[in-house]
């Protein structure tokens, strides 16, 4: 075992024990990755969203799944400590975070699989649950001239952390989510077992994760489709609309520059120092049948003034997504995504447009509209009722089945951690 223990002057005996369940820990595992507490702890108490900030007792940098296993059923051994994976810390809400408990850096885990290879002809690729979608493109474009199918908008996010959303953009509407764009998974679950799940094998916990939110299991593994990567984008997808010619704006860039254009916002917002700023984004699925209702409401009424960043609206099908996963949609079968990515510093500005949020989102409700959150965080547990409707049974029953426990994705706010039988 490799550990990192930062040293703490404690106020309290509060503190102390704090150290001296760190040190407990440490003792009992073994292993090959490091255990960092303290003062060095900091990149886990926070996420892109800015939002919140939880200090967990430690942060685990795990070499790989059986490093994950470990912690998971030395969490298992106490009354109180949760697990939480945390990928490139993209969550919104705190999400990754885990209050006194455990924090697994996924991002240490992103060299462990790399593997190119063909069934029955078709081209596969195993990639880790740590790795960036980003360096999953670049390295599939340049090695095989291939690209997984189904991408997000932003590719900086871990390979796990958008499996256990769904995995959007603008091509889901052709090829579905990144949900429905992967074959198999290695998988730890809340009882610290690894395991290997598909469609055919171990199925309930494969479909479970995908979409589950870290409530079922941490994806150390994930086989993703591919398919040939086209060298250019525009061009060849003009070819294939019907529009008027004279509002036509064009502009050829490679595949990997297209995919990865949100890639240059980053930087740019990271020279004009607004990168860091609190994200008080909402992402939300919202039915055809109420788009109109939406639009008058939301659209022109209450964010007629922007929305401090840009909106992104696009469709999609919901006959593309499985319904076996852990995904909760809206009823009708086209819907859009409705993202309102918010750039703003902190202050007052912050809370206006967090009050803003629970605003829309309380509309949505109070109006009945055919909804989702996406990236959903909810407080109550009738919230989260509410969120999965029929769902919310087999939820619970894959919950009972996986993590009994509730040991895993504290941060999700959906169930509390229990004792040990």
Same mark, same amino acid.
């Given at each position: 075992?490799?550990?990192?223990?930062?040293?703490?002057?404690?106020?309290?005996?509060?503190?102390?024990?704090?150290?001296?369940?760190?040190?407990?820990?440490?003792?009992?595992?073994?292993?090959?990755?490091?255990?960092?507490?303290?003062?060095?702890?900091?990149?886990?108490?926070?996420?892109?969203?800015?939002?919140?900030?939880?200090?967990?007792?430690?942060?685990?940098?795990?070499?790989?799944?059986?490093?994950?296993?470990?912690?998971?059923?030395?969490?298992?051994?106490?009354?109180?400590?949760?697990?939480?994976?945390?990928?490139?810390?993209?969550?919104?809400?705190?999400?990754?975070?885990?209050?006194?408990?455990?924090?697994?850096?996924?991002?240490?885990?992103?060299?462990?699989?790399?593997?190119?290879?063909?069934?029955?002809?078709?081209?596969?690729?195993?990639?880790?649950?740590?790795a960036l979608w980003e360096d999953v493109l670049t390295r599939c474009v340049s090695l095989f001239g291939l690209a997984p199918r189904s991408w997000t908008d932003y590719l900086s996010l871990t390979?796990?952390?958008?499996?256990?959303?769904?995995?959007?953009?603008?091509?889901?509407?052709?090829?579905?989510?990144?949900?429905?764009?992967?074959?198999?998974?290695?998988?730890?679950t809340g009882k610290g077992e690894i395991t290997v799940c598909s469609e055919s094998q171990n199925s309930e916990l494969f479909f479970g994760v995908l979409g589950g939110l870290g409530q079922f299991?941490?994806?150390?593994?994930?086989?993703?489709?591919?398919?040939? =990567?086209?060298?250019?984008? +525009?061009?060849? !997808? $003009? #070819?294939?609309?019907?529009?008027?010619?004279?509002? @036509?704006?064009? =502009?050829?860039?490679?595949? +990997?520059?297209? !995919? $990865? #254009?949100?890639?240059?916002?980053?930087?740019?917002? @990271?020279?004009?120092?607004?990168?860091?700023?609190?994200?008080?984004?909402l992402n939300l699925f919202v039915s055809k049948s109420d788009i109109v209702d939406f639009d008058r409401t939301v659209f022109k009424r209450m964010v007629k003034n922007g929305v401090g960043g840009?909106?992104?609206?696009?469709?999609?099908?919901?006959?593309?997504?499985?319904?076996?996963?852990?995904?909760?949609?809206?009823?009708?079968?086209?819907?859009?995504?409705?993202?309102?990515?918010?750039?703003?510093?902190?202050?007052?500005?912050?809370?206006?447009?967090?009050?803003?949020?629970?605003?829309?989102?309380?509309?949505?409700?109070?109006?009945?509209?055919?909804?989702?959150?996406?990236?959903?965080?909810?407080?109550?547990?009738?919230?989260?009722?509410?969120?999965?409707?029929?769902?919310?049974?087999?939820?619970?029953?894959?919950?009972?089945?996986?993590?009994?426990?509730?040991?895993?994705?504290?941060?999700?706010?959906?169930?509390?951690?229990?004792?040990?039988?």
């Amino acid at each position: 075992m490799i550990a990192c223990l930062g040293r703490i002057v404690h106020d309290n005996d509060a503190e102390s024990k704090l150290d001296d369940d760190v040190s407990s820990i440490s003792k009992s595992l073994d292993l090959q990755g490091s255990i960092e507490s303290g003062c060095v702890t900091g990149l886990a108490s926070k996420d892109f969203g800015g939002l919140y900030s939880v200090k967990p007792l430690a942060l685990i940098k795990p070499s790989g799944a059986e490093d994950i296993a470990r912690v998971v059923k030395a969490a298992s051994r106490t009354s109180h400590l949760t697990v939480a994976a945390r990928g490139n810390g993209h969550s919104i809400n705190g999400q990754a975070m885990a209050g006194g408990g455990l924090v697994i850096d996924m991002r240490s885990t992103e060299e462990n699989h790399f593997k190119f290879f063909k069934i029955n002809g078709s081209p596969y690729i195993d990639v880790s649950g740590g790795a960036l979608w980003e360096d999953v493109l670049t390295r599939c474009v340049s090695l095989f001239g291939l690209a997984p199918r189904s991408w997000t908008d932003y590719l900086s996010l871990t390979v796990g952390g958008t499996l256990s959303n769904a995995g959007v953009s603008g091509q889901t509407f052709r090829h579905g989510p990144q949900t429905s764009n992967v074959t198999e998974l290695d998988v730890v679950t809340g009882k610290g077992e690894i395991t290997v799940c598909s469609e055919s094998q171990n199925s309930e916990l494969f479909f479970g994760v995908l979409g589950g939110l870290g409530q079922f299991g941490i994806i150390t593994r994930a086989r993703i489709k591919l398919q040939p =990567a086209p060298d250019m984008t +525009v061009s060849r !997808l $003009l #070819r294939r609309l019907a529009f008027v010619g004279r509002v @036509k704006f064009q =502009a050829d860039v490679s595949y +990997v520059e297209f !995919l $990865l #254009r949100v890639k240059r916002a980053e930087e740019q917002a @990271k020279a004009n120092c607004i990168w860091d700023s609190p994200h008080p984004w909402l992402n939300l699925f919202v039915s055809k049948s109420d788009i109109v209702d939406f639009d008058r409401t939301v659209f022109k009424r209450m964010v007629k003034n922007g929305v401090g960043g840009p909106m992104l609206i696009y469709p999609l099908l919901r006959s593309k997504w499985d319904n076996r996963t852990s995904v909760a949609l809206p009823e009708g079968e086209i819907f859009y995504i409705v993202a309102l990515l918010r750039f703003v510093p902190k202050g007052p500005s912050v809370e206006k447009l967090v009050a803003q949020n629970h605003e829309i989102v309380n509309w949505c409700i109070k109006e009945g509209l055919d909804f989702k959150l996406y990236l959903p965080h909810y407080q109550s547990k009738e919230d989260w009722k509410r969120h999965f409707g029929n769902q919310w049974t087999r939820f619970v029953e894959r919950k009972a089945c996986f993590d009994p426990m509730a040991i895993l994705a504290p941060g999700q706010k959906i169930f509390k951690r229990t004792h040990q039988s």
